[in-house]
């Protein structure tokens, strides 16, 4: 079983819809948790990080974490072509914190 | 501000050879965390530096080796190069009051091996 576990898609919402990804990690000591957004060819870029239970809203993105559940998500409100990327969720853990581990990502396609 | 940058950003190497790449961190950042990425395996944690000192270390052969210097930028080694360490490697550098995965990438160091 891996670390970080995240559906590879592609999801395919259309433009202005709600995008929801989903991402469930095996450790239960991860403490910190991350959402990166890569596109094609470049280099990932942090868009979230979350680090309690609850929502964590930042514009039009929303990181929801379950501790209990082992599981985090992330949110795309009004979602945009320009939003079309892999999203990659990272956890880290109290005892190695410096270490992301990251998921193999879901890549998003927001057609127009 | 400028970014990660690292250097360089392409290159082609045969079997058995070796390699060194180079990554200067955002100004006043002293963290730096190397990433392997491939199709295959995703993104994968070499090491943390902080301060010339390694603080965490990934599950890779011992033919992976890194450093940092006093001005925190960062060295990464790769001896007696294998096919399968076809990959990009990313840098990310971290500043004060960041949290640890709060990282910033550079374009990253595309390695091809023949």
């Known amino acids: 079983q891996k670390e970080v576990e995240q559906n590879s898609g592609p999801l395919s919402v259309p433009e202005g819809a709600i995008a929801s990804l989903n991402c469930t990690y095996s450790d239960r000591v991860s403490q910190s948790f991350f959402w990166y957004r890569q596109y094609s060819g470049k280099s990932p870029e942090l868009i979230m990080s979350i680090y309690s239970n609850g929502d964590k809203e930042d514009g039009r993105f929303t990181a929801q974490l379950n501790k209990a559940s082992q599981y985090v998500s992330l949110l795309i409100r009004d979602s945009q072509p320009s939003d079309s990327a892999t999203y990659l969720c990272a956890v880290s853990n109290l005892d190695s914190s410096y270490k992301l581990i990251f998921g193999s990502g879901t890549r998003l396609l927001v057609r127009p | 501000k400028a970014g990660v940058t690292q250097t360089p950003r392409y290159l082609i190497k045969t079997r058995g050879q070796q390699v060194t790449l180079s990554c200067s961190p955002i100004?006043?950042?002293?963290?730096v965390s190397w990433y392997q990425q491939t199709p295959g395996q995703g993104l994968q944690f070499l090491f943390e530096?902080?301060?010339?000192?390694?603080?965490n270390k990934g599950n890779f052969p011992g033919r992976f080796s890194g450093r940092q210097f006093s001005n925190s930028r960062s060295e990464m080694n790769v001896s007696t190069l294998e096919l399968g360490d076809s990959a990009l490697y990313l840098c990310a550098s971290r500043g004060p009051g960041q949290g640890p995965g709060e990282l910033f990438f550079g374009e990253g160091s595309r390695l091809t091996v023949l």
């Open positions: 100004s006043g950042h002293r963290s």
């Open positions: 530096y902080f301060s010339e000192t390694q603080r």
